[in-house]
């Protein structure tokens, strides 16, 4: 007769942690779904769902099935579906409707020291997961006493479920509970939540330079939005490395941010309008093209830039008539970039890849 084997289901807790550091019972995190299923599950529930806003809900739910379905019935009744706004609402805060999730999570962390909260707010600014002395400084930034409460706050929120620790030593509030988290931090105070962003933002910037982790990126991208620095952003956008790999949603939402604010100057709106449409035109999703280009053109006849910015006006402009079949635009726009090129006395330029 075969040896018969166990396996034992249980929340996160002192249970859990107890079979697994002293009765030597390996301790196994079961994994929620992956964004297809998050878009099936939408798609069942009659929400509308592309792979990003499935992406998306996937992280603020953890990918738990039950944390998915109920934000989706929540999403299906007071959004029309829309689980792109339903996720930017969770994300702002600006939800009316609790969802499942909040409720079976809320008793849990509620039950928690108060520093342990606040320590857990702070780590909620992290999307990716930090190395311990980058939690240590985000802490420190916004607590006084962060440094010396982290050590305690984490052992108490990982024996809870909400503090997830790898095994190189990184620290990562559990996705589901980040909702949670982000709503402590409203009684931090802005101000500590701003000095933790910053805090944040440069152990990633240092990070990155050694470690090119698409995670950590989008995270920094983010930070550079939410601590005012957009003009670093779309001088980033016109890296190759981002050419190469795309913008993620985090990117793009702080380019559109920059292209339409009239505070910034026009050579730096036009920059972000530029990478936009480049992306735009890469990946065939071409419903805000026109108006960007149109944004671009404006800039353009104002006079209030150059000759690089014209050229590269007339090569999207080529590549998006190309694309919707309009051949008379695109020799229009082939000879206004030759038009430009030609009245400048240095070589030849390149337009679409091609020489002009």
């Known amino acids: 007769m075969g040896r018969m084997k166990f396996l034992l289901l249980c ?14 019972v390996p301790l196994e995190v079961l994994k929620g779904w992956d964004a297809d299923a998050v878009a099936a599950e939408a798609e069942s529930l009659g929400c509308k769902a592309n792979f990003a806003a499935s992406e998306q809900l996937r992280k603020l739910t953890g990918g738990l099935p039950l944390y998915v379905q109920g ?9 029309g579906g829309d689980v792109a706004k339903f996720c930017a609402d969770v994300e702002s ?17 509620e039950a928690l020291p108060d ?23 985000l802490v420190a930034a916004g607590l006084s006493d962060g440094a ?3 050590p305690k706050a984490a052992r108490l929120l990982s024996s809870a479920g909400a503090l997830l620790v790898f095994g190189d030593g990184r620290l990562k509030v559990h996705d589901a509970v980040r909702v949670l988290g982000k709503a402590r931090l409203d009684n931090l105070g802005e101000e500590a939540a701003a000095k933790a962003r910053k805090a944040l933002r440069d152990a990633l910037s240092k990070s990155l330079v050694d470690e090119r982790d698409p995670t950590r990126l989008a995270q920094f991208v983010k930070l550079l939005g939410e601590t005012g620095e957009v003009e670093t952003v779309v001088d980033l956008a016109g890296h190759e490395f981002f050419h190469e790999v795309g913008l993620t949603p985090e990117f793009r939402d702080v380019l559109h941010r920059a292209a339409y604010d009239s505070a910034l100057p026009p050579e730096k709106r036009f920059w972000a309008l530029d990478a936009l449409a480049f992306t735009e035109l890469r990946d065939d999703d071409l419903g805000s093209t026109p108006k960007h280009l149109k944004a671009m053109r404006d800039m353009v006849d ?34 206004e ?11 030849s330029y390149l337009v679409s890849g091609w020489p002009v």
């Open 115 to 137: 520093d342990a909260q606040d320590v857990a707010g702070l780590l909620s600014l992290a999307d990716t997961s930090v190395t311990r002395d980058e939690a240590t400084a």
């Open 93 to 109: 805060l600006n939800h009316t409707t609790t969802t499942p999730q909040e409720i079976v999570l809320a008793k849990m962390f």
């Open 11 to 24: 929340q996160p807790g002192e249970v859990a942690e107890y079979m697994d550091k002293v009765a030597g």
């Open 71 to 79: 934000a989706l019935r929540v999403a299906a009744s007071g959004y």
């Open 337 to 347: 970039a030759t038009s430009t090129a030609s009245a400048k006395s240095s070589g």
């Open 302 to 335: 104002q006079g209030a830039l150059g000759d690089r910015e014209k050229l590269e006006l007339a090569s999207k402009a080529m590549l998006l008539a190309a694309k919707l079949g309009d051949k008379q635009r695109v020799f229009e726009a082939l000879e």
């Open 148 to 150: 010396k409460m982290l």
